[in-house]
């Protein structure tokens, strides 16, 4: 498994300018995409060994991340409708 960092910018680059416009309208999603990078650099450390965790742990924290993904997904979805 590899361990790159799954960063929104990267992994929705066609909606960087629209995360960049909603951090700066909405503050709930801004708390989001905050949550989503500090959950996100966590979960990096952990893979590389840099902070070492048990599994359960990292476990917690990927689902952590998926869900705040998946909230931010919904909430970019519905500005762009």
Known sequence: MTHTPHEL???????????????????HFARLVDEYHDINAAVHR???DVEPTEDLH?????KTRMHLKDEIA???????A
């Open 46 to 48: 952990a893979e590389t």
């Open 9 to 27: 910018a990267e992994d929705l680059p066609e909606r960087a300018a629209l995360i960049h416009a909603l951090r700066e309208s909405d503050a």
């Open 74 to 80: 919904r909430i970019l979805d519905q500005a762009s």
């Open 58 to 62: 990292l476990n917690d924290m990927r």
